[in-house]
Each structure stands twice: as C-alpha cells, then as structure tokens.
C-alpha cells in the first residue's frame, strides 16, 4: 500500500539547521531558525518558568488526564492576557492545542467544517506552515499583498485592494503582531481601517499571534487581536505560548472562537471540544500547566514579565544597533526598516543569489527568502554580519 506515497518536499529551514550544523567554520551564524536566543546563543528556560516547574514538581499529585478543551483555569489565563478585557469572558470559546500550530490546524478545521467552500486570504508572504496546512487540507488559499520590496514596509493600500474581494464565508488571516517572515506590522490606524473593510466584506478575521510581548509590549503587541475581537461578530484566534513563555518543545497553545453573540459560546466550545476529540483527544497539560501558574502567581508573573521585557528590549537594541552599523558602512540610511521592524524577524529583501553568497563566503545562515532572526545576533556579532552584508551587495 505505502508505494502508492510520493517524498515530500523538506522543510528548508530544518535543511538549514543540518547544514549549519554540518558546517566546520569557526564563527558561524545562525540567523535562521525561529527560536529566541540569548547573547551566549542559548535558548534559556525562563525564571518564573523554571519556578513554576518547581512548585509543580513537589504539588503535582496525579498525570490523569483534564478535559478535551484543557484545563479551564488555563483558558481563562490566557484568554485574559490575549483579550484583557476587549470581550465578556463569556463570550469566549477557548481549547487548549498541541502549540500554536495545533490552534492554527485546529482554526482551519473549524473553517472548514463551518464552510467547507471557505476562502482563506494569506499574506503575501506569509509563515510557510500556513500555506503547508491549508495545502494538506485542500483549502482555497488566495495570496493578499502584504510587504512591499522597495520600502520593506507594508504595501498597505495594496493590501486593502487585495482584501476587499474578500466576502462573507471567507477567512482573512492576519498576524497579531510581530509578522513572520517580514518584521513589517500595521499600525493602529492602518488596524481601524482593516476592521472597518472586514465589516464592510462580512469576512471572518482569524488572527495568528506567536509573538505577543516580542515587539512593543506585552499589553501593546495584544492591540490590534483586542481591536479586532471587540470590533466584528466573529474572531478566531490562535495563540502561541512558545516563544513568550520559551517552553518550544512542550508544545502549548490555544485557540479562541469569539462571538458578540453570548449564546453561540456553548456551540463554539462544544465545537473545539469536538475538533480535540476527532483530532487528538486530550491536549498536552504540563506546558499549559506553568503557564497558567506564572499568570496567575503575582510573584512569578511579575518576574516572567520583566524578564520577557528584557528580551523585547534586547532584540530591539540589536535592531537599532545593526541598522546603524549598515549605515555607518554604507552611508546611506536605506536599512532604517531594520530598527522600525518589530519581533525576531526581518526580512532582509536581498535576492537568493545574496543570501547563498552570506552562507558560502562568511558562514552566515538565513533562510532562502532572506528572513533574518535578530535574536541569533548579538552586540559582537552584529558587525560582522553587517559588513558581510555590504560585501555580498544588499
């Protein structure tokens, strides 16, 4: 039976990694998987996670399993550091997933079994899993302008243009913030004019927030996701806790159905509960666990949060460094975009060919499209990539 299967493509940025790895240079960078990393190159478990973990470690009694959707307490955690106080509570149907992948599969799923005949709009570009799953799925995708090669910015008329085809049935996919690949975000007014589109076209918004608290704050970077939420009849929302929380492997997210209806939230619940069910029965719990602890401890939630700040802050000092550096080198202040980008990630604009020579003559690794992660960087690093950069001709 299994000869009937067909090799699937590789992941690109998991060749990338193997490659890096593979490489015996001195020096080396690696600018391009998608993980936070310290000055030292480490991706550290965070304090108030640590502590958690070890509170939990002499608490915990029992590995039973909790609920299809997780354990409630972690929902209304998470539901109040996603939403604050934009929406009712009651109005929220909440699941835990296994990360934020799992809400974004979960998210279509529950899509598709609302509209089989669904439309998603995706940004162009947008995180390469999107078009991956949707593909897998056999969902419609239509590609909307988003990031505009000559500004590094967002091609935001372009992008309106693009998403006012969009109808009721019809899903439009946007990131919370902190965009991935690009770095290039709306800014609230641009935010306000999105919402008021999506109420003009009846499209149902389903936002994508990874990053919350890695690009202006941890209250900021929830804006636009609150604005949107508050603003249209239905949300879906997937949210991640790996990067904010720095617990990658254990796999912890959570997809949000919102409503200004009240009394469609005992459907939706039961819906995601379902979805769980067919999909993987009960979602993962100790992730969720620490992360309900550290939102609902005021000692570690306030140690979690100053240290997440310090990583926000950090990753933009590297940004400001960096793009004063290529002008210092350039004299010219084209790569201002770096310091305005916000999150990991920028994409740089430079052609394949750039990106091969950064690789191959001075062991610098970014992906293919030349998104760089600026957590790999740090303050001795940040030199040498700029002036690699000058050399390869970006």
């Not at 000055?39 to 009694?61: C, D, F, H, Y």
């Not at 509209?115 to 709009?121: D, G, W």
């Not at 604005?227 to 997210?253: D, H, M, Q, W």
């Not at 994409?347 to 992660?373: C, M």
Request: proline share 5%; net charge negative.
């Amino acid at each position: 039976m299994f000869e009937t299967l067909k090799e699937q493509p590789a992941d690109k940025i998991l060749a990338l990694v193997q490659a890096y790895r593979d490489d015996p240079r001195d020096g080396k960078i690696d600018l391009g998987v998608g993980v936070y990393k310290d000055a030292s190159g480490n991706t550290p478990i965070m304090r108030g996670v640590k502590q958690a973990e070890q509170q939990l470690w002499q608490a915990e009694t029992t590995k039973a399993y909790t609920g299809l959707a997780g354990d409630p307490a972690f929902g209304d955690a998470m539901v109040a550091m996603v939403l604050d106080d934009a929406v009712p509570r009651a109005n929220v149907a909440a699941a835990a997933t296994p990360g934020g992948t799992g809400a974004v599969r979960q998210g279509f799923d529950l899509v598709r079994m609302a509209n089989p005949e669904a439309r998603v709009f995706v940004s162009d570009p947008t995180w390469p899993n999107h078009l991956s799953i949707l593909k897998h799925m056999g969902m419609e995708m239509v590609p909307y302008r988003y990031f505009d090669d000559d500004s590094r910015g967002v091609d935001f008329d372009g992008m309106m243009e693009d998403l006012a085809q969009a109808g009721p049935g019809d899903i439009v996919l946007v990131h919370g913030c902190c965009h991935n690949p690009t770095g290039a975000n709306l800014n609230m007014t641009e935010w306000r004019a999105l919402v008021d589109l999506l109420l003009k076209t009846g499209a149902t918004p389903m936002v994508d927030i990874a990053y919350q608290g890695f690009g202006d704050g941890l209250d900021e970077d929830a804006g636009a996701t609150r604005l949107i939420a508050s603003s249209v009849p239905e949300t879906i929302i997937a949210a991640s806790c790996s990067k904010n929380f720095g617990i990658y492997r254990e796999r912890t997210g959570i997809l949000m159905v919102v409503s200004q209806n009240a009394s469609a939230q005992k459907l939706n619940q039961g819906t995601l509960a379902y979805l769980n069910r067919q999909n993987f029965s009960f979602p993962p719990d100790h992730g969720a666990r620490l992360v309900t602890m550290v939102l609902s401890d005021d000692a570690l939630r306030a140690d979690w949060a100053k240290e997440l700040e310090e990583m926000r802050t950090g990753m933009l000092a590297l940004r400001e460094q960096l793009a004063a550096e290529l002008q210092r080198l350039s004299g010219s202040d084209r790569f201002g975009f770096i310091a305005q980008h916000r999150g990991m990630f920028s994409r740089l604009g430079a052609t394949p060919q750039q990106v091969e020579k950064l690789r191959e003559d001075h062991a610098i690794y970014l992906v293919g499209d030349s998104r760089l992660n600026i957590a790999g960087l740090n303050a001795e690093s940040v030199p040498v990539l700029a002036k690699a950069m000058i050399d390869v001709g970006i």
